[in-house]
T-cell receptor, first 110, second 111 residues
Framework: QQQVKQSPQSLIVQKGGISIINCAYE??????FPWYQQFPGKGPALLIA?????SEKKEGRFTISFNKSAKQFSLHIMDSQPGDSATYFC?????????FGTGTSLTVIP | DVKVTQSSRYLVKRTGEKVFLECVQD?????MFWYRQDPGLGLRLIYF???????EKGDIPEGYSVSREKKERFSLILESASTNQTSMYLC??????????FGSGTRLTVV
C-alpha cells in the first residue's frame, strides 16, 4: 500500500508560470512533510519541509501548502524557471518511518 | 552541512561479480539507508540500519546484503551481480524525526 500518493507524474510549465505538485497521505501520525529536488545524475536534495502545526511555509519561490483535514500537501513553484526543471519527490514521516512519493518530472519551457 | 559521500559515481561490473558500494556520512547520524532508483519506479528501499551492526530489510532486499561496522559507514553488497541490478544506487542518512541527506548516487551497470 502506497503511503504517499503524488501527482502528476510529469508536468510541463512555461517560464514564469506556477508549477503545482500534489501529495496525499493516509496516516495521521505523520509529523514531517519534506519535498526533495533531484537533478539528473544527482541525489535528491531537501528543498523545503513543513510540520503539521502550520498551513503554509514559503521559502523564496517555493511554497508548501498543507491541509491537515484533507490529508494533502502541495508544492507551489512561483515564477518557474528553466533551472527548476528536475524531479520532485514529496515525503511523509514520523519517528523512523519515512515514505516517498513516486516523483514528478517538471520541465519548464523557456 | 551533513555530507554523505558515496565512493564511486559510476561503476561497470560483470555478471557474477561481487560488488561493494560504500557510503560515509560525517554528522553522527544514527540511521542510514540504501535505495535504488529506476525510471518510473521512484525510490525503492533496499536496506536500512539504525545503529552499528544493526540492519533491517527494506522493500527489495533480494540479491543484496549490507554491513555497518562503524557508525559513519554503511556498505551495500551485491553478492553476485546480475543485469537486473543495473540501476542508480542512493545512500542516505538521517536523525530520527529529521529529513534525509542523500549522497550523489552511484550509477552501476552490470554487463
Amino acid at each position: 500500500q502506497q503511503q504517499v500518493k503524488q501527482s502528476p507524474q510529469s508536468l510541463i510549465v512555461q517560464k514564469g508560470g506556477i508549477s503545482i505538485i500534489n501529495c496525499a497521505y493516509e496516516n495521521t501520525a505523520f509529523d514531517y512533510f519534506p519535498w526533495y529536488q533531484q537533478f539528473p545524475g544527482k541525489g535528491p536534495a531537501l528543498l523545503i519541509a513543513i510540520r503539521p502545526d502550520v498551513s503554509e511555509k514559503k521559502e523564496g519561490r517555493f511554497t508548501i501548502s498543507f491541509n491537515k483535514s484533507a490529508k494533502q500537501f502541495s508544492l507551489h513553484i512561483m515564477d518557474s524557471q528553466p533551472g527548476d526543471s528536475a524531479t520532485y519527490f514529496c515525503a511523509a514521516s514520523y519517528g523512523n518511518q519515512f515514505y516517498f512519493g513516486t516523483g514528478t518530472s517538471l520541465t519548464v519551457i523557456p | 552541512d551533513v555530507k554523505v559521500t558515496q565512493s564511486s559515481r559510476y561503476l561497470v561490473k560483470r555478471t557474477g561479480e561481487k560488488v561493494f558500494l560504500e557510503c560515509v556520512q560525517d554528522m553522527d547520524h544514527e540511521n542510514m539507508f540504501w535505495y535504488r532508483q529506476d525510471p518510473g519506479l521512484g525510490l525503492r528501499l533496499i536496506y536500512f540500519s539504525y545503529d552499528v551492526k544493526m540492519k533491517e530489510k527494506g522493500d527489495i532486499p533480494e540479491g543484496y546484503s549490507v554491513s555497518r561496522e562503524k557508525k559513519e559507514r554503511f556498505s551495500l553488497i551485491l553478492e553476485s551481480a546480475s543485469t537486473n541490478q543495473t540501476s542508480m544506487y542512493l545512500c542516505a542518512s538521517r536523525t530520527s524525526g529529521g529529513g534525509y541527506t542523500f549522497g550523489s548516487g552511484t550509477r552501476l551497470t552490470v554487463v
